[in-house]
């Protein structure tokens, strides 16, 4: 109440806390003025002057005093001597709309999505459910992940509003610090975070704290990867899957299947386009961006984004299926295929896909050898080049235009 | 075993830093496949941002090829933290400052 008394007349926020706790105040005194947060998955300059475009009334507010964001600018209120209002209890209508959410960069333009707080209610829930944390204890939440990432605002916050759970304030970063947080909160207790935070964690040599759950999404884990997450935290390993449009639909036990499990009510239906989702908390039937075979009513697979489709001589494929065939190799730590913008020197016209790997301990015959077995030849990496680490942002996705000027520097390199 | 350890808990003097400035470089750039030669980067320029232009995701790294070669593990709530990453020299004074190996 008190935050939202201090908001200023524009009705889009942007929610620039980086403490979760002082995010949620702002978001939940944002509901209560009946103003619209706005969720870019980037506040880079240009992601900002888009926002003005989009919102001409949209002001930034902040808890840290350098920020620079370029927009009028509103700090958190400090508490000290603040007079505490009465507790009243609140009434959020479901069709209030709560978010707008934006597409991340790696499919083109940002698009603008309406969440209404019903919309967004009904997900958690489902997911909650998911995660078994409506047992009637009390689970505490520790996140990697930023809480204005649509995955972050998800399992974290909205995840620990709606199942009478707590999170943890902090937005540990260095292996080091997010141990001593999850070792930290009581039990039981559940860690929200990425493929690449999860690949530091266990790169560090730092001692592990159990964890009840692990939750990890953004970009698919690899297998191996996930088995080991499970071994060293002596816990069980959930993916998640989901849409910037959906929000969440689906996760899996990715140790001990590749197929995903929709939430409840969720179904899917593929028409010669695409795949789309409906029901559950979807409401709408919705295209999905990614190629997604049926495999039951209620279980799917995921064999990557339309827009990663190659074709080369009539074979098809898409970059994620040969990623992740690449990242399931004993020894390859991470890496990505990308197909060449203009292949100059192919004679025959065909686009080739090439790759970056990091793969320490192996070399370019070895890892050759195994993808061999694992991917027609025709989709072999030209060429396959070894790296120290590939150029992911800070939510642990490889957005394109980064992904290319990095593989073409390399291929300079080489 | 302290006996040995403990020389190498004191600050270095700068002289010798030159050095480990330039070890630690030559880290940095391997680890992230720098398109910067080690010698050409500031010892002053800050490492984050702007100056060398390195992402969280790069911070991450190196910390873990800290944790490696020198033995330490770095915290974002030490007071130093905000300092380490400020330029080349912080971070190798840091380094000489904490290093267990």
């Known amino acids: 109440m008190r935050v939202a008394a201090a908001l200023p007349g524009g009705r889009h926020v942007l929610n620039a806390c980086s403490d979760r706790y002082r995010f949620t105040v702002t978001f939940a005194a944002s509901l209560v003025a009946k103003k619209v947060s706005l969720l870019p998955s980037t506040q880079t300059p240009e992601v900002i002057r888009q926002l003005t475009e989009f919102a001409p009334d949209v002001f930034c507010l902040t808890d840290d005093s350098r920020c620079q964001i370029d927009l009028p600018r509103v700090r958190f209120p400090d508490a000290a001597g603040a007079q505490t209002v009465p507790w009243q209890p609140l009434q959020i209508e479901p069709e209030s709309l709560a978010a707008y959410v934006f597409t991340s960069g790696s499919t083109g333009t940002p698009l603008p999505y309406k969440k209404t707080w019903g919309r967004l209610v009904n997900c958690v829930r489902f997911e909650a459910e998911r995660l078994g944390l409506l047992d009637g204890r009390s689970h505490a939440i520790v996140g990697t992940v930023p809480p204005q990432h649509m995955y972050g605002f998800e399992s974290t916050v909205l995840l620990a509003l709606q199942s009478g759970n707590a999170f943890s304030a902090g937005r540990p970063f260095y292996p080091a610090d997010v141990c001593s947080e999850l070792g930290s909160v009581p039990q039981p207790r559940m860690l929200v975070s990425t493929p690449v935070h999860l690949r530091t964690l266990l790169a560090a040599g730092v001692h592990l704290p159990s964890a009840d759950l692990v939750l990890s999404a953004t970009a698919p884990l690899s297998q191996n990867l996930a088995r080991e997450v499970e071994q060293r935290f002596e816990t069980r390993l959930l993916e998640i899957y989901g849409s910037t449009e959906t929000g969440q639909i689906a996760s899996r036990r990715t140790a001990h299947t590749v197929e995903w499990q929709l939430f409840s009510g969720v179904r899917l239906f593929s028409d010669t386009e695409q795949t789309w989702a409906e029901g559950g908390h979807v409401e709408q039937p919705t295209p999905m961006c990614d190629v997604l075979e049926v495999t039951a009513r209620d279980r799917f697979l995921l064999h990557g984004r339309l827009s990663d489709l190659v074709n080369i001589a009539g074979k098809r494929s898409s970059l994620s299926y040969l990623n992740h065939q690449l990242n399931a190799i004993p020894g390859v730590v991470d890496g990505a295929f990308f197909v060449r913008e203009e292949d100059e020197s192919s004679s025959t016209g065909v686009t080739r896909v090439a790759a970056l790997v990091v793969a320490p301990s192996l070399d370019a015959a070895a890892v050759t050898e195994q993808l061999r077995k694992r991917i027609d030849p025709v989709f072999l990496p030209r060429p396959l080049l070894f790296v120290d680490s590939l150029p992911r942002n800070d939510t642990g996705k490889l957005p394109h235009e980064a992904l290319l000027s990095f593989a073409t520097n390399a291929m300079k390199r080489a | ?101």
């Open chain 2, 1 to 101: 075993m302290s006996d040995k350890a403990s020389p190498l808990r004191q600050p270095a003097p700068p002289a010798d830093n030159a050095v480990l400035q330039r070890e630690v470089a030559d880290l940095i750039v391997a680890a992230l496949n720098l398109d910067v030669a080690a010698a050409d980067i500031d010892p002053q320029a800050p490492l984050y941002g702007d100056g060398l232009g390195l992402d969280s995701i790069d911070i991450l790294e190196i910390a873990l090829v800290v944790s490696k070669q020198y033995g330490i593990q770095l915290r974002a709530d030490s007071e130093e933290n905000e300092q380490i990453f400020r330029s080349l020299r912080y971070l190798a004074d840091y380094i000489a400052a904490h290093r267990t190996k």
